[in-house]
């Protein structure tokens, strides 16, 4: 098929690559303009961007599709179907029509639950047993459209967002393939009004750690905000974030170390720490931490 492909971050990227492998016509990749990174804060193409270019292909980053030019140049492109994958910018009307068999997005959670920003994240937090990948026909309401494909999986108990984001990209990568090799033959399901939930995007002032909630609260935020922005804690006038966790027997004081491998006793229950990060420094799994920072029994966080 003719396919227009638009995606913007890493989570993108192996979907882009499964449709190349596939032997689809890409058309063309938009995705979102570079941006000022690093320390020289040179423009930087986003990683679809980066992978496109690898693979000789046509890249647009407009700031908006909400012009009749933009919208006419995405049309010129008689594209048979779009696929859209975190791109970033809302698609008018006009764009969503433009293909022959529309816009497919590819979404990471079980639709109707988890609409928006960040399903991953908030699948976690929420303790959900599971998630997956939802194959969607576009259309102008936010993650509203009817289900073509949908793919389960179960949430490990010490998944990270981190760890389930690679998971999910594969998943969305291969589902897209069956659902375009499939899609003549596929009955879009409607979405039930019952179930509906809405993963707003993560605000960092949601990242601080509360040690008087439930260990499986302070364990699911823990998990559910890594890598970014990170749980944290303030010691000793120093930001250490939280990168991963697990459930643990023990009780005491919210916030105690309970033993001296980081352990620590939350409102109730007690969740033992695996990998934190100081600030400036790279994250470090808990026993290589505390030799740099001791935290030991006893000690209030």
Request: proline letters at 7%; one cysteine or more.
């Amino acid at each position: 098929m003719r396919v227009i492909f638009m995606g913007t971050p890493d989570f993108s990227v192996p979907v882009l690559q499964a449709l190349v492998d596939a032997g689809h016509d890409i058309a063309a990749v938009y995705c979102q303009p570079p941006r000022p990174a690093g320390r020289g804060k040179k423009d930087r193409p986003t990683p679809v961007h980066a992978r496109a270019l690898e693979l000789g292909l046509e890249v647009r980053h407009p700031v908006s599709l909400k012009s009749p030019e933009e919208q006419a140049a995405f049309a010129d492109l008689n594209a048979d179907v779009a696929v859209v994958v975190a791109y970033g910018l809302i698609l008018p009307q006009p764009v969503l029509d433009a293909p022959k068999h529309g816009c497919l997005n590819i979404h990471a959670s079980l639709l109707p639950r988890w609409r928006g920003a960040a399903p991953i994240h908030r699948a976690i937090m929420a303790g959900d047993a599971e998630t997956g990948i939802c194959i969607m026909q576009m259309e102008a309401g936010l993650d509203t459209g009817p289900v073509l494909l949908r793919q389960v999986t179960p949430i490990g108990a010490e998944e990270t967002t981190a760890g389930l984001h690679d998971r999910l990209s594969e998943m969305g990568a291969k589902l897209i393939v069956e659902a375009l090799e499939q899609l003549d033959s596929l009955t879009p399901e409607v979405q039930p009004e019952d179930g509906v939930t809405y993963a707003h995007k993560i605000d960092k002032a949601e990242a601080a750690i509360d040690w008087t909630a439930t260990a499986e609260e302070v364990d699911r935020k823990i998990r559910g905000l890594s890598p970014f922005p990170g749980a944290f804690i303030e010691h000793d006038g120093q930001r250490i974030k939280l990168l991963a966790s697990r459930l643990a027997d023990g009780a005491g004081e919210p916030g105690a170390v309970l033993d001296d491998q980081l352990r620590v006793a939350c409102g109730t229950g007690a969740v033992q720490l695996l990998r934190l990060q100081r600030a400036g420094k790279a994250a470090q799994d808990a026993d290589i931490f505390l030799r740099g920072m001791p935290l030991a029994k006893g000690t209030r966080l």
